[in-house]
């Protein structure tokens, strides 16, 4: 199970909703996925502005937790307002903390995240930052008590996959908190590789919403998850540098 906070997923897909050709691929694309937690920009919502359209208007919401995020803020003070919103709104109170410092990359801010999260901890929200795959900032946000850490596999949208598993691995290897790998998955290998590394869950819209077929993939990035999930508890073998026969003839006795 997936535990952030006090909330309890079976399904360590995250998902995103916005960028799917229509909203029909989209509702069924999420149903395909079998995800529990849908993440959606609070400023692409009508909670705005009341003539915006809904992003999520054919998709059942209350079977789903929503994980508001607050892309496009590019401050600090920009995203606490941003998330304050949210949860007045009665949308959910996690929030997926995004800080966005370069506008080319859309890489975070790792002096504004950590402000943002502090701030938002003080205020009783579930608090899951998106960060760049920095050790040390992992490890300065669990410390400030974020429910989970949210490092980025490679840029937004790029779907270049896990471009620094070693930092990767030491986010996962020391962290008391969901790790949930955000951002450049690209293909199924690229989830199944996040979780066979130990992640704790996937978060990812492009790699999907982009897709030729939207549906055809979030049902292999379901599968491929689970399959990571389970080679990691199973533990893989240990790589060896010279051949070991998968049937030893020691101890048999041969007819010549």
């Known amino acids: 199970m997936l535990n952030i906070g006090p909330y309890q997923f079976s399904s360590r897909l995250l998902l995103g909703t916005g960028k799917y050709p229509n909203f029909d691929v989209q509702k069924e694309a999420v149903e395909v996925s079998k995800t529990e937690i849908l993440t959606f920009s609070v400023r692409r919502m009508n909670i705005f502005e009341a003539n915006q359209p809904n992003f999520l208007e054919k998709i059942e919401v209350e079977k789903y937790s929503l994980l508001p995020n607050t892309a496009g803020a590019k401050t600090a003070e ?5 998330a304050k919103l949210a949860k ?3 949308l959910c109170d996690m929030i997926k903390v995004e800080v966005i410092g370069d506008p080319k990359t859309l890489l975070p801010d790792p002096v504004e995240t950590l402000k943002a999260s502090e701030e938002l901890l003080k205020e ?3 608090v899951l930052p998106y960060t760049s795959d920095d050790v040390l900032l992992a490890k300065r946000l669990e410390e ?6 949210m490092p980025g596999a490679s840029p937004i949208g790029s779907g270049q ?3 620094n598993p070693l930092n990767l691995s030491f986010i996962i290897e020391q962290s008391n908190v969901p790790v949930i790998v955000d951002a ?7 989830a199944a590789i996040a979780m066979e590394m130990g992640a704790d869950g996937v978060l990812l ?3 999907v919403s982009g897709a030729k077929d939207p549906i055809k993939m979030a049902e292999a990035m379901k599968l491929a998850i689970e399959a990571g999930r389970l080679g990691f508890e199973a533990g893989r073998i240990p ?3 010279y051949a070991i026969a998968s049937s030893p003839m020691e101890g048999l006795s041969i007819v010549e």
């Open 78 to 82: 920009e995203a606490v307002r941003t």
């Open 124 to 126: 009783g929200f579930i």
């Open 161 to 163: 996959g896990i471009i």
């Open 184 to 190: 450049g998955i690209g293909t199924p290998s690229d």
């Open 239 to 241: 790589k060896k540098r």
């Open 144 to 149: 400030l008590g974020c429910h989970a850490i």
């Open 88 to 90: 007045a709104s009665g």
């Open 205 to 207: 819209n492009t790699a």
